[in-house]
């Protein structure tokens, strides 16, 4: 299915589909008046921004005998195998569901292998990653584990620690406890519903985490914890669900704020380098490889943003229309270039490739 689409939504639509039905993932039910004016300034600037236009390639993945579900998570290698990371059912121990399957698909789109069948951190998938000597990362916010696969498919590393089936009976229900704290301060070594991954030039490893933590973690190549950084709230070095990652040439580390509608930037060493609110509320962040970098962000409603990479905003576009779903239209992006990007959502599930044939406006800035 190949189509092309450059409308503008309006703003109305926008605000109707926020205030009747919640967004996926743990989104508020309705703006309140700060979400609100947010909406509206970004879709003035918008009205501002030259359009990107772009073509959608609805991908056609077959896994023999299988059903793909929720294409969260994609990404590719340096060979350009397609890796999609998916909510799909699968037997294993992981307490609640066990919903993450790890496909790999080849230059063709053929059906190549699952990674990792019935691995122990196989539980709620959310973003697969693979860095430069073609390791591949699954991050799965339902077991608290970030594992990485050599490029072998042999588990190289195993990060955090998934609750057990046995104490959530005994607390829960044998002892009657209830968990108070809604989002705790993280601890060393464990993950709260983690999100994502990314590395820096010397494969320090960054993680998102998450949903139950409000943080970033860096850990040495080895696993080694070295440093996090932030809580639960909306000032300076808080997040409101740490939903993506991804870093640049310059180490610069793009944190995606979601919940607090801003990415925020980073050094490799985590201190604070700036905000970035031109974005909508960022689901996904990726920068396209040297040395035209890019930073792209997409939002649950379909929106693909292009900055350069001070965050400013260059180009727009709307994808999946006619998919019969409104949100989570963007879980994970890709950045293979400057011009073609995939998308994996939790809605449709498909996997899309969208080239950018045009559009938009020439960056004026750099990172610094």
């Known amino acids: 299915m190949k189509h092309s689409l450059t409308t503008i939504p309006l703003l109305g639509l926008v605000l109707a589909v926020a ?61 350009g195998h397609l890796y999609v990371f998916t909510r799909s059912g699968n037997v294993g121990p992981a307490r609640g569901a066990t919903a993450s399957q790890l496909f790999e698909f080849d230059q063709n789109l053929r059906f190549v292998k ?16 693979v860095d430069k000597a073609d390791n591949v990362w699954m991050t799965d916010e339902g077991s608290n584990m970030v594992v990485k696969f050599n490029a072998q498919g042999m588990v190289t590393l195993a990060l955090g620690r ?3 089936a046995i104490d959530f009976l005994e ?14 301060v993280g601890t060393t070594g464990t993950f709260g519903r983690p999100t994502d991954v990314t590395w820096d030039s010397k494969d320090n490893i960054f993680i998102a985490d998450g949903y139950s933590n ?4 860096k850990l040495g190549k080895d696993g080694t914890w070295i440093k996090n950084v932030g809580t639960r709230g909306g000032g300076a070095n808080q997040f409101n669900t740490v939903h993506a990652i991804t870093s640049d040439a310059k180490d610069n ?40 970098q890019y930073l792209f962000s997409g939002d649950g409603n379909g929106k693909i943003y292009k900055l ?56 004026t800035t750099s990172t610094k």
């Open 19 to 79: 205030t009747l039905s919640a967004q996926r993932e743990g989104g508020p039910p309705a703006p309140s008046a700060e979400q609100r004016a947010a909406l509206e300034k970004q879709a003035a600037l918008e009205k501002a921004t030259p359009q990107l236009q772009i073509t959608e390639d609805v991908l056609k993945l077959v896994v023999p005998n299988h059903t793909i579900g929720e294409a969260v998570g994609v990404s590719k290698d340096s060979k």
């Open 114 to 129: 699952q990674w990792g069948p019935d691995n122990y951190a196989a539980s709620f998938a959310h973003t697969v990653r």
């Open 162 to 164: 998934k609750p057990e």
């Open 171 to 184: 607390r829960f229900l044998e002892r009657g406890e209830r968990n108070e704290v809604q989002f705790p």
């Open 214 to 217: 409000s943080r970033v973690v």
């Open 253 to 292: 580390i793009y944190v995606a704020d979601r919940g607090n509608r801003r990415i925020q930037v980073y050094d490799t060493d985590l201190n604070f380098v700036r905000t970035i609110a031109t974005a909508a509320a960022p689901w996904s962040v990726c920068t396209s490889p040297p040395p035209n």
């Open 308 to 363: 350069d990479l001070d965050g400013n905003l260059l180009g727009w576009a709307q994808t999946s229309k006619g998919h019969g779903q409104s949100t989570c239209l963007i879980h994970e992006l890709h950045c293979e270039s400057d011009t073609v990007i995939y998308k994996g959502d939790c809605s449709t599930w498909t996997v899309e490739r969208i080239t950018i044939k045009g559009g938009g406006k020439t960056a």
